[in-house]
C-alpha cells in the first residue's frame, strides 16, 4: 500500500521567507501528484497538478517538483505572505479511485 | 470547491440514529468520492462512483451507505454500525484518471 509521508507537521515562518514543504511516497508507480491548501475547517483547494511525465509545475508564487524515481515532491512557496497560512497537503494518484494523502504540513506565516 | 454543494455542515447524531450527508454538484462530472478526515490525519476513502448507479467501496466503508441515482448526487449515509462516526466529512468529484479533483466544504458530523 502507498504511503504519503509530509515532513514537517508543522512549520512557523516570517513573512516574506522563501519556503519549501516535503512530500514523500513509497511507490514510484504513479499517475500524478497533487497538492492542495485546507484552511481550518473547510474542503481543499487544489493548488497544483503534476502528471507523472512531468517535473514540475508553477502557478503564481508556487512551484512544486516531481521527481518520481526517488519518490519525492516539494512545494516551494516564494515570498510567503500571512495569507498562505493553511495547513498543505499532498496526494498522490494511482487509478480512477487511488488516491493516496499525506496528514499535511500546517503553515503559519507571522507578519 | 465552485460547484460542490456539501449540506449540513454541522451534523449531530445520537446513539443508534442513522443520519445522511447530502452531496450536490454542478460541474458535470462522472467521478464522485467520499472522504473522511480526523484531525491531524490525512485523508481516507469510504466510498466512489464513477457513474450513475455504481458506486465501490473504499477503505474505510463499513458503517456507510451511498446511493447514486442521478449524476449530480452522491449522498451518504453514516448508519448505527459505524462505532466512531465523530469526523470531517468531505465530499469529491473528478473527472477521472490523471485530472483534477474537487472538494466540497465538508461537513462535520459529532455523535451526542
Known amino acids: 500500500k502507498q504511503e504519503v509521508t509530509q515532513i514537517p507537521a508543522a512549520l512557523s515562518v516570517p513573512e516574506g521567507e522563501n519556503l519549501v514543504l516535503n512530500c514523500s511516497f513509497t511507490d514510484s508507480a504513479i499517475y500524478n501528484l497533487q497538492w492542495f491548501r485546507q484552511d481550518p475547517g473547510k474542503g481543499l483547494t487544489s493548488l497544483l497538478l503534476?502528471?507523472?511525465?512531468?517535473r514540475e509545475q508553477t502557478s503564481g508564487r508556487l512551484n512544486a517538483s516531481l521527481d518520481k524515481s526517488s519518490g519525492r515532491s516539494t512545494l516551494y512557496i516564494a515570498a510567503s505572505q500571512p495569507g498562505d497560512s493553511a495547513t498543505y497537503l499532498c496526494?498522490?494518484?494511482?487509478?480512477?479511485?487511488?488516491?493516496?494523502f499525506g496528514s499535511g504540513t500546517k503553515l503559519n506565516v507571522k507578519p | 470547491d465552485g460547484g460542490i454543494t456539501q449540506s449540513p455542515k454541522y451534523l449531530f447524531r445520537k446513539e443508534g440514529q442513522n443520519v445522511t450527508l447530502s452531496c450536490e454538484q454542478n460541474l458535470n462530472h462522472d467521478a464522485m468520492y467520499w472522504y473522511r478526515q480526523d484531525p491531524g490525519q490525512g485523508l481516507r476513502l469510504i466510498y466512489y462512483s464513477q457513474i450513475v448507479n455504481d458506486f465501490q467501496k473504499g477503505d474505510i466503508a463499513e458503517g456507510y451507505s451511498v446511493s447514486r441515482e442521478k449524476k449530480e448526487s452522491f449522498p451518504l449515509t453514516v448508519t448505527s454500525a459505524q462505532k466512531n462516526p465523530t469526523a470531517f466529512y468531505l465530499c469529491a468529484v473528478g473527472q477521472g484518471f490523471g485530472n483534477t479533483i474537487y472538494f466540497g466544504e465538508g461537513s462535520w458530523l459529532t455523535v451526542v
Open positions: 503534476i502528471q507523472s511525465s512531468q
Open positions: 496526494a498522490t494518484q494511482y487509478n480512477f479511485n487511488k488516491f493516496y
